[in-house]
Structures are given as C-alpha cells and as structure tokens.
C-alpha cells in the first residue's frame, strides 16, 4: 500500500513497484485513509510519507504506529523529502523490526528501492546512509564519553564492575593516587560537579551503562 498527498508522486510510486513485481493493493492520500485500508486488507508492506494532510509534520509516522499496533506484520517504509533525525530516532526506538527510512531522492534509484522494500516487507531494518551520518554525528556530539581518554574508559568500565579505586590500581597496576586523577577527570569531563560528590561515582557508571 501507498500514502503519500501527492498524487503524481504516489503514481509513480505504483508503476515503479508494479514494473518490479510487486502488487499495489491501496493509495491513500492521508493517514487516516491509510490506516482504514490497512485494518480492511493489511498489506505485505506499507510506503509512506512521513509528512501530509492536515498538518504535514508527522502524520506519517503517527499511522505507521497504529498500522504496528494493529497488524505488527505489515512492513513500515516511510519516505522523507528531508533528513529529520527525530523521526528516524523514534522509527529505530518504537518500531521493532520491519521498518525503514528512506529519503525521496533515493527512488530515483528503482532497484535499491525495490530491494529495500522487499528487506522491509522481510523484517530488515533499513536506513538511508545520509541519515546514518547524521545520527553518528550526532551521537558523537551528545555522548559526553566521547570526550574520555582510553585509559579512563577503562578505569570506567572497572568502575561499572563495582571495583573500588584501590581495587582499580590493584587491576591496572598503578597507584592509587593515579587511580584517584583518572576518577577525578571522569568526573570533571562528564561534568558531575562537586556538590553531586556523594553520588558521582554512580551518575558516572549509569552514563556508562547508558552509552
């Protein structure tokens, strides 16, 4: 099945598919209509534009959660004119297998789109390569572990085992005043300031675990 408000965009769509074997069984131009379509005959695999009627924000992907919620079979493949990484964060993080995220230019490329739509259909994860850029990017900016030196990493990661730091300078064969400089500057450079002192070492080690 296919949404998407843009009539001549949605035409192509089916003759694209159509020429590489697939059957469009339903268009629609609004979630909603999608949504109907979907709960009278639930389809192998659902394309979407992420942005229509009435709002064009994030209409797309408000169906495609009701379509998972009533028949979580039917693959998601949304469609984007933009790369929005909210909406590819909350597909990877509330959407279980089976979903995708392509950019619109990527069509233009009839057979990777095909096979991508078959992996979706097949329960594949797939997600266009700009926006895994973006995504790297941004979790390089975000992570505040990023910022840690190997040897503090490790010294974290000793630390999520719940060794103590004269445990810590046992294992890695330093002084505990060594031990003591490295925790200090996890603490600093995962800024955990001295009026959280009672409670750094535990802040510290969830960021870890988080990461």
């Avoid at 296919?2 to 192509?12: P, S, Y």
């Avoid at 694209?16 to 949504?35: H, K, N, R």
């Avoid at 959407?95 to 619109?104: N, R």
């Avoid at 789109?113 to 997600?127: E, L, S, T």
Wanted: net charge negative; charged share 25%; glycine share 8%.
């Amino acid at each position: 099945m296919l949404a998407d408000d843009a009539v001549l965009l949605r035409e192509g769509l089916a003759r694209i598919l159509g020429d590489s074997g697939f059957e469009v069984v339903g268009q629609a131009g609004d979630g909603p209509s999608l949504v109907h379509l979907v709960h009278r005959q639930p389809p192998d695999v659902a394309v979407i534009d992420i942005r229509m009627p009435p709002g064009f924000a994030s209409e797309g992907i408000d169906a495609a959660a009701e379509i998972r919620a009533v028949a979580p079979e039917v693959g998601l493949l949304l469609l984007s004119q933009h790369v929005e990484v909210h909406h590819a964060l909350r597909l990877m993080t509330e959407f279980d297998g089976g979903v995708g995220y392509l950019l619109k230019d990527r069509v233009s490329d009839l057979g990777a789109f095909a096979a991508d739509v078959r992996r979706v259909a097949g329960g594949d994860v797939v997600i266009d390569s700009d926006l895994v850029t973006r995504l790297v990017a941004r979790r390089r900016r975000q992570d505040p572990l990023q910022r840690l030196s190997e040897r503090e990493r490790e010294v974290l990661a000793l630390m999520a085992q719940g060794l103590t730091n004269a445990a810590l300078s046992e294992e890695l064969h330093v002084s505990p005043k060594t031990i003591e400089g490295h925790v200090r500057s996890i603490f600093t450079k995962l800024d955990l300031g001295a009026d959280e002192r009672s409670h750094r070492r535990v802040l510290a080690v969830l960021q870890y675990l988080r990461s």
